[in-house]
């Protein structure tokens, strides 16, 4: 059961590279590279905080596309996702919801394509080496059909969440005006609300952090999710805001970004030293709160929360 007296804190990493085609294994062992870093130099910069991470590794249509199975990406780096496990650390499930129209991949809303992919992907997961219970769909996509598929396939916690977060384009689709900024257990009905009593899912969603910034270009400040490559001097304003508002804080890590690959460089500074600021900021702010942190994983939010309930 959580304590009002701790900060929980989620480091998650999605492993996910935005190109898939003629060089999307070498752009894959780039993103490895940047896990590495994590597990090496950011872990042992708070190893005395007890840090620990949630890995969540992508399969879905597109890496099937590109390698001929949706769990190739789990296989390829296997000795590594087996080590941290190993070590504590969180392996969970990344799947991006898109199919191929023509030469065009084009996000997938409809009820049962999603649900075909979601089952079909999802029963070629290794299992049997990793236990997954956790998920996160790539790009803050959701759909009813969506969260209760994963729900009956026995996902327990999904961390996609955006609150407050709206996009409905070529691009991207998804509504998290409604979502609460604590963890809850969406309707069936609407993933974005929690459900009632015999009308909700026994699914957790885990939700973003929402930090109040202002990138250089921005009109007027504007949420975002808590991704620890943003300029340190961008967010460290809004950070005690957004702890104090709830005990569990979400952040992510994109592995990429820690070798410098990031086209916004007006709101992001790319390396690990920013990551390791932003940390150390955090956990900076939770002592300014009077809490005390504790890192822990996507599973472990899951579990507090069901005995919590009880």
């Not at 199919?99 to 049997?128: A, H, S, Y």
């Not at 963890?183 to 026994?202: E, K, Q, V």
Request: glycine letters at 8%.
């Amino acid at each position: 059961m959580p304590s009002l007296d701790f900060q929980y804190i989620a480091i998650t990493s999605d492993f996910c590279s935005g190109v898939l085609g003629s060089r999307a294994q070498e752009n894959y062992d780039i993103v490895y590279e940047g896990v590495q870093i994590i597990d090496g130099e950011i872990r042992k910069a708070f190893s005395r905080d007890g840090i620990r991470f949630t890995f969540f590794i992508r399969a879905d249509n597109q890496v099937k596309y590109t390698f001929d199975r949706f769990n190739a990406l789990f296989y390829r780096y296997r000795p590594f996702w087996l080590k941290v496990q190993q070590g504590g650390d969180e392996i969970g499930w990344h799947p991006h919801l898109y199919r191929l129209r023509g030469n065009l991949w084009t996000p997938q809303i409809d009820g049962p394509g999603v649900e075909w992919q979601l089952k079909n992907c999802f029963v070629e997961l290794p299992m049997d080496e990793f236990s997954i219970s956790s998920a996160r769909i790539g790009e803050g996509m959701m759909t009813n059909y969506a969260i209760n598929t994963l729900d009956r396939i026995g996902i327990k916690t999904d961390s996609t969440a955006l609150p407050g977060r709206i996009r409905n384009d070529a691009e991207r689709r998804f509504n998290w005006l409604k979502a609460p900024i604590n963890p809850y257990h969406p309707s069936r009905f609407d993933y974005a609300s929690p459900g009632m009593p015999g009308g909700n899912l026994t699914l957790l969603e885990v939700p973003f952090t929402m930090v109040t910034t202002m990138a250089p270009y921005d009109k007027e400040p504007l949420k975002r999710y808590l991704d620890l490559s943003i300029d340190p001097h961008l967010l460290a304003p809004g950070l005690k805001e957004a702890l104090r508002s709830s005990l569990f804080t979400v952040a992510v890590i994109h592995p990429s970004f820690l070798l410098g690959e990031t086209g916004d460089h007006e709101l992001l500074s790319p390396g690990p030293d920013t990551v390791k600021q932003n940390i150390a900021n955090i956990l900076a702010a939770i002592g300014m709160i009077n809490r005390k942190p504790k890192f822990v994983r996507i599973r472990d939010i899951y579990n507090m929360h069901e005995e919590k309930q009880r």
